[in-house]
């Protein structure tokens, strides 16, 4: 026997597929007498709504695919949750996977989206190759979040990472710190912009740069310190992290070898996600708007989703600096 498709509720609703997505959806932009007639009619079909079921079925597919780089970062978590306050609304369905920073996992993960048929895909602060995302982007509309692509066909948003770095060495420097070191966020995505911008913020004060290996983990950035330490000589007294769960780890292993925060070493981060604001954290942060990033993201990929659009486009947002208590003037030296 056929399994009912939601064109079979709408059918027999008399009203449009569209209607019936949004019921289903629990959007409530739908008044009370068509909700019940909906649900009546899928009662009576015996129709029950399944994301991948109804994108096979149907040649209007419901989905939006989700690729989370990290699913230990809350910055993705943050940008979802913007996400889903646009597609929650509109009758689509987010279905979420995660690469976990690797390559292959990612490409994997990127394909497993597109065997949905989604109306679009949202791919956060991926690693694949450039061939991965344009494939991808031959399959469905693509959307880029805090990663940059020059591909004509692949939108974008990100946070301005050079200005982000900028506003941590600034405020660094104006507090008396001349040894400012840097824990790069390696390969990871918009590592690349962050460095430059400290690097370039460094120079133009005159101060000498020090970039240190690391990467957009907690265990990272605990390597990251103690690969400082290890080095001996004059520790630096600030440090920019790549992210803000590379400066936790940061901070503990510098609590770990004897040395307060900001008392002797200052630490910012960067992102300002939940983890930044908890009290016994507080850590000084550069602040991404993480809920608008994924707002953006999400009526841009609905517009190409709809034809509405066929250009790529690109949307930077300007960061800010959240000072807490991870920061203070450098300890005085002799």
């Known amino acids: 026997m056929r399994r009912p498709t939601m064109e079979d509720v709408a059918a027999r609703a008399g009203v449009s597929r569209a209607l019936v997505s949004l019921v289903m959806r629990g959007s409530p932009r ?41 699913l230990r970062n809350a910055f993705f978590a943050e940008v979802v949750e913007g996400l889903d306050s646009v597609i929650m609304t509109e009758g689509f369905d987010l279905v979420i996977n995660t690469g976990a920073r ?30 991965t995302i344009a494939d991808a982007a031959d399959k469905a509309p693509t959307m880029l979040v805090a990663h940059s692509c020059a591909l004509p066909t692949v939108d974008t948003v990100n946070d301005d990472g050079e200005a982000g770095s900028e506003l941590a060495v600034s405020h660094l420097a104006e507090q008396g ?71 936790v780890g940061a901070i503990s292993a510098l609590e770990e070898a004897g040395l307060r925060v900001p008392q002797d070493v200052s630490v910012v981060g960067y992102d300002n996600t939940s983890l930044a604001a908890l009290r016994h954290v507080s850590l000084t942060t550069v602040d991404q ?43 005085p030296r002799g």
């Not at 120079?203 to 020090?210: A, D, I, N």
């Not at 708007?289 to 949307?315: D, T």
């Open 289 to 331: 708007p993480r809920h608008e990033m994924g707002r953006l993201a999400a009526e841009a990929l609905l517009e190409r989703a709809r034809g509405q659009r066929s250009e790529a486009v690109h949307q930077m947002l300007h960061p800010a600096l959240v000072i807490r208590a991870t920061t203070a003037p450098p300890p």
């Open 30 to 70: 739908v008044g009370e007498a068509r909700r019940t007639a909906v649900l009546r009619a899928a009662t009576e079909l015996g129709y029950s709504p399944h994301a991948m079921a109804r994108s096979l079925a149907s040649a209007t597919s419901t989905v939006i695919g989700v690729m989370v780089s990290d």
């Open 102 to 131: 690797d390559p292959s996992r990612e490409h994997r993960a990127v394909q497993s989206l597109l065997s949905f048929r989604p109306a679009g895909i949202a791919l956060l602060g991926p690693v694949v190759p450039s061939s």
């Open 177 to 247: 710190h001349r040894s400012i070191a840097h824990l790069d966020g390696g390969g990871g995505s918009q590592a690349a912009p962050r460095r430059r911008g400290y690097v370039s913020a460094m120079h133009r004060r005159g101060l000498q740069p020090l970039v240190v290996p690391s990467e957009y983990t907690d265990s990272g950035g605990a390597r990251a310190v103690r690969d400082l330490l290890a080095r001996g000589g004059t520790l630096p007294t600030a440090i920019v992290a790549a992210n803000d769960f590379n400066a």
